[in-house]
């Protein structure tokens, strides 16, 4: 969408004017909504039983904190290491890629 519809409602308004946009976002929504219709009749549903269970990805302790998986004393652990281990993670990958580069002009030498 965001590759053929920019030039596609640039080209309507340019024949059309500038009253296009509004067909054209118009017609884009239409169609996507034809297709989500359409789509849906294409395969049966899924059995309840077969489904999982919703799960929010821990990229953050907030979000963590909302997985019904997770103790809250995880949190908690997890909060009070992150910031050592994220700081000596950071340093580990400094003296590699100083190493990897050391290495790399050694061998173009």
Same mark, same amino acid.
């Given at each position: 969408?965001?590759?053929?519809?920019?030039?596609?409602?640039?080209?309507?308004?340019?024949?059309?004017?500038?009253?296009?946009?509004?067909?054209?976002?118009?017609? =884009?929504? #239409? $169609?996507?909504?034809?297709?989500? @219709?359409?789509?849906?009749?294409?395969?049966?549903?899924? +059995? %309840?039983?077969?489904?999982?269970?919703?799960?929010? =990805?821990? #990229? $953050?302790?907030?979000?963590?904190? @909302?997985?019904?998986?997770?103790?809250?004393?995880?949190? +908690? %652990?997890?909060?009070?290491?992150?910031?050592?281990? =994220?700081? #000596? $993670?950071?340093?580990?990958?400094?003296?590699?890629?100083?190493?990897?580069?050391?290495?790399?002009?050694?061998?173009?030498?």
């Amino acid at each position: 969408g965001a590759t053929i519809g920019s030039p596609l409602t640039a080209f309507a308004m340019e024949i059309f004017g500038p009253q296009a946009f509004y067909g054209s976002i118009c017609a =884009m929504l #239409s $169609s996507i909504t034809l297709f989500s @219709l359409w789509r849906l009749t294409q395969r049966a549903d899924v +059995e %309840a039983e077969d489904r999982g269970n919703f799960v929010v =990805m821990a #990229s $953050s302790p907030l979000s963590a904190a @909302l997985n019904p998986d997770v103790e809250l004393h995880t949190i +908690e %652990a997890a909060a009070e290491e992150g910031t050592e281990s =994220m700081h #000596s $993670s950071f340093e580990d990958l400094a003296y590699e890629l100083q190493t990897t580069e050391s290495d790399s002009t050694l061998k173009e030498n």
